[in-house]
């Protein structure tokens, strides 16, 4: 059966050579910390939002066509992004991207829409291996558990003007 540990083991190798060593983009995270932000009676941050991070990736990036608005304030910019990180890299570094984070990438920052984390390696999760409803393993397929792997994270993003996002840029202090 093809997908196995071996299999597993060969596709993160070559992924994690694709991903840091020949394409090279990279982009910082920003989370959120939801229990240090104080909040209103709407839910909405009335004072400052705070933030743990940056924690820098390697990843890969889908930009799309940026898009010119026009309101009664004026001409808006908006830039719809996608990022993919390597799924092991988020995991080594104990970081769970969820929406409300920031993302910081060549000086723009961009709010986290979405993320979506079934990217399979032979369309099988090891977390649910199908075994019978008694737990034991299956007899026609046992040993599930050992076959595919969880590769990506991809974040879908949009532009957030830099001025609206209270994160300062890392400034060296003499």
């Known amino acids: 059966m093809f997908g196995g540990l071996r299999d597993v083991s060969l596709i993160r190798g070559l992924n ?20 240090e932000t104080g909040v209103n009676i709407y839910g909405e941050a009335a004072g400052e939002k705070y933030y743990d ?5 390697n990843c890969l990036i889908n930009r799309e066509d940026q898009q010119y608005t026009e309101t009664d304030e004026g ?33 723009n920052y ?12 032979v369309g099988k999760n090891p977390s649910y291996p199908n075994n019978n409803s008694d737990g034991s393993s299956n007899p026609l397929n046992p040993g599930l558990e050992d ?16 001025d609206k996002v209270a994160i300062s840029p890392y400034k060296e202090r003499f």
Do not use: C, M
């Open 147 to 162: 076959f595919g792997t969880n590769l990506s994270i991809i974040i879908k993003a949009h532009k957030i003007p830099n």
């Open 75 to 107: 001409v808006g910019f908006g830039q719809g992004i996608e990022f993919a990180f390597f799924r092991d890299d988020l995991v080594d570094a104990n970081v769970v991207p969820e929406v409300g984070d920031i993302i910081l990438y060549q000086k």
């Open 16 to 35: 994690r050579e694709l991903i840091h060593d020949i394409v090279t983009q990279q982009a910082a995270i920003y989370k959120f910390k939801l229990e």
């Open 110 to 121: 961009y709010g986290v829409d979405s993320t979506i984390s079934n990217q399979y390696f």
């Open 53 to 57: 991070g940056p924690f820098l990736f």
